[in-house]
T-cell receptor, first 117, second 109 residues
Framework: GAVVSQHPSWVICKSGTSVKIECRSLDFQATTMFWYRQFPKQSLMLMATSNEGSKATYEQGVEKDKFLINHASLTLSTLTVTSAHPEDSSFYIC?????????????FGQGTRLTVV | GQNIDQPTEMTATEGAIVQINCTYQTSGFNGLFWYQQHAGEAPTFLSYNVLDGLEEKGRFSSFLSRSKGYSYLLLKELQMKDSASYLCAASDSNYQLIWGAGTKLIIKP
């Protein structure tokens, strides 16, 4: 199946600093990428949808100035958590899909566990 | 509105069979996905149904009834490694995935 690589797998940062998470589709062109966060024992919560070359669409309640998403190419999207606080500690997962062809299902990166201290 | 329902938790015995049900309501429909997620890991794709009927893939099978807005995932010959959360997701008319809360499956020896 298609491979999506997410980096880093885990990160610990100090409160007030910014963290960038990368999501790459390795063997297909991802016209659309999705960013999720997941709290323990809960399902995926969609944060935003990004289409290559355009601004991301954020879900209600997600601060776009805090969670900056860039999708500048068909193989790379980044999520930057700005001025991180302990409540931002979570599991962040990206997924990528190619609407223009097979596959249509979303393939996930391995996730990034963010801990803000 | 759009909604996915699946049981929160199920328990089964090693070697047995378990069926995880999912009902959905979406604006348009472009298929039903099942994903497996182990604790602390990202979801992995299991199956995709867009036509009515049963799709079999080894020990796992998935069924869809579009008229009833219903799907199930059937796991046979359960192994301890099958202990995980199973996420049901429906694709709407815009190909957005609407996610269920997941069913935590506990396998006992």
């Amino acid at each position: 199946g298609a491979v999506v690589s997410q980096h880093p797998s885990w990160v610990i940062c100090k409160s007030g600093t910014s963290v960038k998470i990368e999501c790459r589709s390795l063997d297909f062109q991802a016209t659309t990428m999705f960013w999720y966060r997941q709290f323990p024992k809960q399902s995926l919560m969609l944060m935003a949808t990004s289409n290559e070359g355009s601004k991301a669409t954020y879900e209600q309640g997600v601060e776009k100035d805090k969670f900056l998403i860039n999708h500048a190419s068909l193989t790379l999207s980044t999520l930057t958590v700005t001025s991180a606080h302990p409540e931002d500690s979570s599991f962040y997962i990206c997924s990528a899909r190619s609407i223009t062809g097979v596959p249509t299902e979303a393939f996930f990166g391995q996730g990034t566990r963010l801990t803000v201290v | 509105g759009q909604n996915i329902d699946q049981p929160t938790e199920m328990t089964a015995t090693e070697g047995a069979i378990v069926q995880i049900n999912c009902t959905y309501q979406t604006s348009g429909f472009n298929g039903l996905f099942w994903y497996q997620q182990h604790a602390g890991e990202a979801p992995t794709f299991l199956s995709y149904n867009v036509l009515d009927g049963l799709e079999e893939k080894g020990r796992f099978s998935s069924f869809l009834s579009r008229s009833k807005g219903y799907s199930y995932l059937l796991l046979k010959e359960l192994q301890m490694k099958d202990s995980a959360s199973y996420l049901c997701a429906a694709s709407d008319s815009n190909y957005q995935l609407i996610w269920g809360a997941g069913t935590k499956l506990i396998i006992k020896p």
